[in-house]
């Protein structure tokens, strides 16, 4: 079946800096847009970035603008997140996600256009 699964997450002191990465299998993921969301425990699961499939064109929370930087790699492993300047309101479960339909960029912060999602990887960051 269509797998997605985040690794990279982990404990940092804020300031410090995280990758996290998704890997996948079951489909090619080449022609789509891909996102990560992140969810806090007692919060919505919410967007954090995305990256289209064909200019590779970007977009970010407010958030986690000047600090997250999303890129695609290969089919195999389609999206990775550089986490740099990590504040304690960082911390959440994070998800990489992907949609089955070619959706624009201008849609890909919501998670209602997203099909397949990631089991997620922990990102902790201590004051």
């Known amino acids: 079946q269509v797998q997605l699964v985040e690794s990279g997450g982990g404990l940092v002191q804020a300031g410090g800096s995280l990758r996290l990465s998704c890997a996948a299998s079951?489909?090619?993921?080449?022609?789509?847009?891909m996102g990560w969301f992140r969810q806090a425990p007692g919060n919505e699961r919410e967007f954090v970035a995305a990256?289209?499939?064909?200019?590779?064109?970007?977009g970010y929370s407010d958030s986690v603008k000047g600090r997250f930087t999303i890129s695609r790699d290969n089919a195999k492993k389609p999206v990775s997140l550089q986490m740099n300047s990590l504040k304690p309101m960082d911390t959440a479960v994070y998800y990489c996600?992907?949609?089955?339909?070619?959706?624009?960029?201008?849609?890909?912060?919501?998670?209602?256009?997203?099909?397949?999602w990631g089991q997620g990887t922990q990102v902790t960051v201590s004051s």
């Open positions: 996600a992907s949609p089955t339909k070619p959706y624009h960029l201008a849609n890909m912060d919501n998670r209602d256009n997203y099909d397949y």
């Open positions: 079951g489909r090619t993921f080449s022609n789509y847009a």
């Open positions: 990256i289209s499939w064909g200019s590779k064109r970007t």
